[in-house]
Antibody, heavy 117, light 110 residues
Framework: EVQVVESGGGLVQPGGSLRLSCAAS????????MSWVRQAPGKGLEWVAN????????YYVDSVKGRFTISRDNAKNSLHLQMNSLRGEDTAVYYC??????????WGQGTLVTVSS | QSALTQPPSASGSPGQSVTISCTGT?????????VSWYQQHPGKAPKLMIY???KRPSGVPDRFSGSKSGNTASLTVSGLQSEDEADYYC??????????FGGGTKVTVL
């Protein structure tokens, strides 16, 4: 079964840092772009970042540029999102997803990040 | 990059059809055939329903169909069933290695 499972969310103070992880299985992880997508409470979806299989290209939504870093470990079939200088508006469920045929599939169950003092 | 525009809500009776629109610009929907649609039930992860404008992934019922005309994409759910009640989001490639979502449409089965 093709699946991804996120972890690492939690409560963090404004200005703090958090590292999210995503474990992939059931497909050749090293052959696919991967993305992070977030959803603020009661709000819609927002694409955050993606990364090429060989890590040579990484792209971010403007609101997180310079604060978030996406990375991957193909040997461990894992994707990461290092989040620094966190703000209240970063509070959201963060989903990991495989970039597939110009879409996102599958999605994990998400991990909740809450930025609050 | 601005979000794509979707109606906040849509509804239909069981067995009827409902169509959701998703309006963008020539820089996103109008410029690429990378339009996808996602279904999200409360508290659950999004699920891919349509990709590349009109293609259905394996396992998605053929009651779900997608199309595009100019800068507007559409998702039609035919033969509405109670389990179709959910939020639906469109997504498009926006150029410059950017992806943009719509604000979401809540579909209610009356």
């Amino acid at each position: 079964e093709v699946q991804v499972v996120e972890s690492g969310g939690g409560l963090v103070q404004p200005g703090g840092s958090l590292r999210l992880s995503c474990a992939a299985s059931g497909f050749t992880f090293s052959g696919y772009w991967m993305s992070w997508v977030r959803q603020a409470p009661g709000k819609g979806l927002e694409w955050v970042a993606n990364i090429k299989p060989d890590e040579s290209e990484k792209y971010y939504v403007d609101s997180v540029k310079g604060r978030f870093t996406i990375s991957r470990d193909n040997a461990k079939n894992s994707l990461h999102l290092q989040m620094n200088s966190l703000r209240g508006e970063d509070t959201a469920v963060y989903y990991c997803a495989r970039d597939w045929e110009g879409a996102f599939d599958p999605w994990g169950q998400g991990t909740l990040v809450t930025v609050s003092s | 990059q601005s979000a794509l525009t979707q109606p906040p809500s849509a509804s239909g009776s069981p067995g009827q059809s409902v169509t959701i629109s998703c309006t963008g610009t020539s820089s996103d929907i109008g410029g690429y055939n990378y339009v996808s649609w996602y279904q999200q039930h409360p508290g659950k992860a999004p699920k891919l329903m349509i990709y590349e404008v009109s293609k259905r992934p394996s396992g998605v019922p053929d009651r779900f169909s997608g199309s595009k005309s100019g800068n507007t994409a559409s998702l039609t759910v035919s033969g509405l069933q109670s389990e179709d009640e959910a939020d639906y989001y469109c997504n498009s490639y926006g150029g410059s290695n950017n992806w943009v979502f719509g604000g979401g449409t809540k579909v209610t089965v009356l």
